[in-house]
T-cell receptor, first 111, second 115 residues
Framework: QKEVEQNSGPLSVPEGAIASLNCTYS??????FFWYRQYSGKSPELIMS????GDKEDGRFTAQLNKASQYVSLLIRDSQPSDSATYLC???????????FGTGTSLTVIP | GAGVSQSPRYKVAKRGQDVALRCDPI?????LFWYQQALGQGPEFLTY????????KSGLPSDRFFAERPEGSVSTLKIQRTQQEDSAVYLC?????????????FGPGTRLTVT
């Protein structure tokens, strides 16, 4: 069982639509969750961090965390072609004392 | 510095050669991480430093991999007797706090190709 599960996609949405990215994790004791964006050939760039159950909004991005269901999601409103990238979900495992990353979901926003 | 820097950006090594990859973290960042990222995969944890102390090296794939951060700033990842399976992008990330629950900021990576 992988520590982080993401749908690899590809996910395609039209420009202006909402893109929804999902992630499940295995470590019930984890407290820190992150979403990174990675453009092809580039390194991961931090988009959002979330530590508490519920929603956290930052501009067009909303992260949602449900610790009971071990589920974290990222919503991108008013999607733009520049949002086309791979989105990586990550969490810090208190038991493993390290970060775990998913394999990423490829998002394409169609103009 | 403005961000995490890594050098070289690209490295081609013949099988059996030793390589050294350098990471300069954001100034003042206490924690430093090394990851290996294969094509189409997420970053895989290799090792973690808090200041000069290597607190976790459980992700290093073999004893050919060695990392150090002697003065608590710049870090070097060394790979001895490189093999083709070592070909990957090696990413370095740093965080501000001593606890690893802080956000990580990544460098541009070093793409290693072993021929």
């Amino acid at each position: 069982q992988k520590e982080v599960e993401q749908n690899s996609g590809p996910l395609s949405v039209p420009e202006g639509a909402i893109a929804s990215l999902n992630c499940t994790y295995s470590d019930r004791g984890s407290q820190s969750f992150f979403w990174y964006r990675q453009y092809s050939g580039k390194s991961p760039e931090l988009i959002m961090s979330i530590y508490s159950n519920g929603d956290k909004e930052d501009g067009r991005f909303t992260a949602q965390l449900n610790k009971a269901s071990q589920y974290v999601s990222l919503l991108i409103r008013d999607s733009q072609p520049s949002d086309s990238a791979t989105y990586l979900c990550a969490f810090f495992s208190n038991t493993g004392n390290q970060f775990y990353f998913g394999t990423g979901t490829s998002l394409t926003v169609i103009p | 510095g403005a961000g995490v820097s890594q050098s070289p950006r690209y490295k081609v090594a013949k099988r059996g050669q030793d390589v050294a990859l350098r990471c300069d973290p954001i100034s003042g960042h206490v924690s430093l991480f090394w990851y290996q990222q294969a094509l189409g995969q997420g970053p895989e944890f290799l090792t973690y430093f808090q200041n000069e102390a290597q607190l976790d090296k459980s992700g290093l794939p073999s004893d050919r991999f060695f990392a150090e951060r002697p003065e608590g700033s710049v870090s070097t990842l060394k790979i001895q007797r490189t093999q083709q399976e070592d070909s990957a992008v090696y990413l370095c990330a740093s965080t501000q706090g001593g606890t690893v629950s802080y956000e990580q900021y990544f460098g541009p990576g070093t793409r290693l190709t072993v021929t």
